[in-house]
């Protein structure tokens, strides 16, 4: 990467959080090459539209108007890299027939938008990258340190309706590693953090608009492959064939909120103090 060839971007784009909220919130700029930038920002795009979308109740994460106006015009302007089609049309329908001897029953299942695992594991590896060039930046070499992809894995993601499954709750109790950083910002539609585990990897999480986490490690590919070994699997009901042909399903586990500390700040980085000047470059 050269002067030439090099773009701005930061580490949270100002489109991917509600707007407005943005505003005296602290954030990262950096240098990235072009064509990671565009990628970056193409895996925003949806991402972030269908992160803000309510619920199949019709229920946002947060009762915010910046939340609810930005969720309405994404919905319209973004494009699902799942469906192809615009997010607000991109809801999964499902109809299934069943048959009662003489008799059949039509049932119609509909779901959220759906986030592709391969492209949220993307982005939060790009995401992840930012912070831990932050955290290891070093003014006196002028730079700081990367994080190889291929050393990067995603153990799990879930939508808020499922923070409490039993994969997500293993690694929250396995998360009590050495902190190694803590931010909340865009008014806390984005969270994340970095924690060094004795075995020598990195765990991380990220929060995206209140509404989804993904989690894993970072470190050598065998040591990551056996920490995710060991969260549990999220097993599914089949309700006719197998894993060859057939219809299962798994009901989600909602986390209750005195039982969610995935995101609190640890005791010695409770207090600390946000950057006189909320941008870092």
């Known amino acids: 990467m050269t002067a030439r060839t090099r773009t701005r971007d930061h580490l949270l784009a100002r489109r991917f959080v ?31 539209a269908i992160t803000m979308q309510p619920n199949v109740d ?3 994460a947060r009762d915010d108007d910046r939340l609810r106006r930005t969720a309405e015009r994404k919905a319209r302007g973004s494009i699902s890299a799942d469906t192809g089609i615009h997010v ?5 329908r499902l109809n299934v027939n069943l048959p009662f001897g003489p008799a059949s029953a039509n049932i119609e299942f509909t779901g959220a938008a759906r986030i592709d695992d391969s492209r949220a594991e ?10 831990f060039y ?3 930046f070093r003014r006196e070499l002028g730079r700081g340190r990367l994080l190889q992809r291929q050393n990067f894995h995603m153990a799990c993601i879930a939508s808020r309706a499922d923070w409490g499954n039993p994969r997500m709750r293993a690694f929250m109790s396995a998360a009590t590693a050495e902190p190694q950083f ?3 910002l865009a008014d806390g539609y984005f969270r994340a953090w970095l924690r060094a585990r004795v075995d020598g990897l990195l765990a991380w999480a990220v929060e995206w608009n209140e509404s989804y986490r993904c989690v894993g490690f970072w470190g050598d590919p065998s040591a990551c492959q056996t920490a995710i070994a060991a969260l549990p699997e999220l097993e599914v009901e089949f309700v006719a064939g197998d894993t060859t042909n057939g219809l299962a399903f798994r009901i989600e586990t909602a986390l209750p909120d005195d039982e969610d500390d995935l995101f609190e700040p640890p005791p010695e980085m409770a207090s600390a103090s946000i950057p006189a000047t909320p941008h870092w470059t």
Not at 23 to 46: H, M, P, Q, V, Y
Not at 88 to 92: D, G, L, T, V
Not at 122 to 131: F, H, N, P, Y
Request: charged share 15%.
């Open 18 to 48: 509600p707007q407005g909220t943005l505003l005296n919130s602290f954030n990262i700029g950096l240098w990235a090459c072009g064509n990671c930038n565009t990628r970056k920002s193409r895996l925003e795009d949806d991402i972030s």
């Open 58 to 60: 019709g229920i946002y």
């Open 88 to 92: 607000a049309h991109s809801r999964p």
């Open 122 to 131: 993307q982005l939060a590896w790009l995401q992840v990258q930012g912070i």
């Open 134 to 136: 932050f955290q290891t």
């Open 182 to 184: 803590h931010a909340t």
